[in-house]
Every structure is written in C-alpha cells, then in structure tokens.
C-alpha cells in the first residue's frame, strides 16, 4: 500500500510562517499529481492547491495563491506547503494526498492552529 506522512505543523501566532511536508512510501510506481486540503472546524474539506508532474501548480483561491507556496520533491515522493503570513482563518487540519491510477491516497494530517 502507500503512506503519506505529513510534519510541521503547529501554533503559529498571526503573520507567522509554517512550512508543512508530506511524503510518501510504499507501493509508488511513476510520479503522479499531489497537494494538500484542509478542514476547519465545522466545515467540510476544502482544496488548498495541487502541484502536477510537471510541477504545474493550482491553489484553491487568490488568497492562498499569495501566501502559500506548494513544491515538490519528486526523487522523495515529498509535497511541501509554505505558508506565510498566516491568518486565524487558516487554523485547520492539513491533508496531504496523491492521486495515483486515479485512486486517492491520504495523510494522517497535521494540525495548524494560528492564534495570538
């Protein structure tokens, strides 16, 4: 099977910065699309951006697009989110995922809490 593995997240007061990796193990055959999404509390799970083989990138909405940064490691089967300038809007669970031969696989996710 394949695992994804997600880190770094935590408390960060507001304007603060966290950089979230996920990677990936197991059966992984090829390179395929993967991103993160996130859920706050109360409200269902939502996109946050995806980055394709080609390292073409896709983020949910404008607001993330300017603070958040997604990259890739391909050699790791590693997905990164930088996040600056975090608002308390942005408190939720981080999801890492991959599509692979159109089955979607999951982290654990990782809690982000952005609070003064």
């Known amino acids: 099977q394949v695992q994804l593995v997600e880190s770094g997240g935590g408390l960060v007061q507001p304007g603060g910065s966290l950089r979230l990796s996920c990677a990936a193990s197991?059966?992984?055959?090829?390179?395929?699309?993967m991103g993160w999404y996130r859920q706050a509390p109360g409200k269902q799970r939502e996109l946050v951006a995806t980055?394709?083989?080609?390292?073409?990138?896709?983020y949910a909405d404008s607001s993330v697009k300017d603070r958040f940064a997604i990259s890739r490691d391909n050699r790791k089967s590693a997905v990164y989110l930088q996040m600056n300038n975090l608002k308390p809007e942005d408190t939720a669970i981080y999801f890492c995922?991959?599509?692979?031969?159109?089955?979607?696989?999951w982290g654990q996710g990782t809690q982000v809490t952005v609070s003064s």
């Open positions: 995922y991959m599509t692979m031969l159109q089955r979607d696989f």
């Open positions: 197991g059966r992984i055959s090829g390179i395929w699309p």
């Open positions: 980055i394709h083989v080609n390292g073409a990138t896709n």
